[in-house]
C-alpha cells in the first residue's frame, strides 16, 4: 500500500512539473503588445508595418543632447539586467543599443527579442526615454525606460 502511495505520489509530482513546463513555454509565445501611456502624444498618427505602434510625425522635443554615445544605468528586471547606449548625432537620438538584457531563460530571450526593437523605434521616434509600456515585458520596458533616462540625462 505504501509503495502505491509512493507511485501515486510522483505520478502526481511528474505531472505537474511537465504541466508547469508546457505553460512556461505558452506564456513565452504570447504575442507581446504595446500598451498606450497616456501621457505620449503622437501628432497625425498612422498604422505602421508594426502591429501596436504608430509612425508619422513624432511630437516635438524641445530637449537638446549633446552628440556622442551615452551609456545608461544597469537595471535590474527580475529575470536579468538592462542597461542601454543612446548614440546621439545631429542633436537626436539616432540610435540605441542593448548593452545587457536577460537571456538565461529562453522565455525571456523571446520576450526580449520582440520588445527590444518595438522599444527602440519608438524612443527614437519620441526623441525621449518616455514610451509605451509593452505587454509581456513590462519589467523590461520599465528598465528600458529608467537606463535610456539615465544616458539621456548624461547628454544633456
Given at each position: 500500500m505504501v509503495l502505491v502511495k509512493r507511485i501515486i505520489l510522483s505520478l502526481f509530482v511528474i505531472?505537474?512539473?511537465?504541466?508547469?513546463?508546457f505553460h512556461e513555454r505558452q506564456e513565452g509565445r504570447e504575442a507581446i503588445m504595446k500598451v498606450t501611456n497616456s501621457n505620449t502624444k503622437i501628432i497625425n498618427p498612422q498604422?505602421?508595418?508594426t502591429p501596436g505602434l504608430y509612425s508619422g510625425t513624432p511630437s516635438v522635443s524641445l530637449v537638446e543632447y549633446k552628440d556622442g554615445a551615452y551609456t545608461?544605468?544597469?537595471e535590474d528586471v527580475f529575470y536579468g539586467n538592462i542597461q542601454v547606449r543612446a548614440i546621439i548625432s545631429?542633436?537626436?537620438i539616432s540610435d540605441i543599443e542593448f548593452l545587457q538584457s536577460p537571456n538565461d531563460r529562453r522565455t525571456s530571450i523571446e520576450i526580449?527579442?520582440?520588445a527590444k526593437p518595438l522599444l527602440i523605434q519608438e524612443a527614437i521616434s519620441a526623441q525621449s526615454a518616455n514610451v509605451d509600456i509593452i505587454s509581456g515585458a513590462t519589467d523590461s520596458s520599465e528598465g528600458f525606460k529608467r537606463s535610456l533616462a539615465?544616458?539621456?540625462a548624461k547628454s544633456r
Open positions: 505531472g505537474a512539473f511537465i504541466g508547469y513546463s498604422i505602421s508595418d545608461g544605468s544597469v545631429s542633436n537626436q526580449n527579442s520582440q539615465n544616458a539621456l
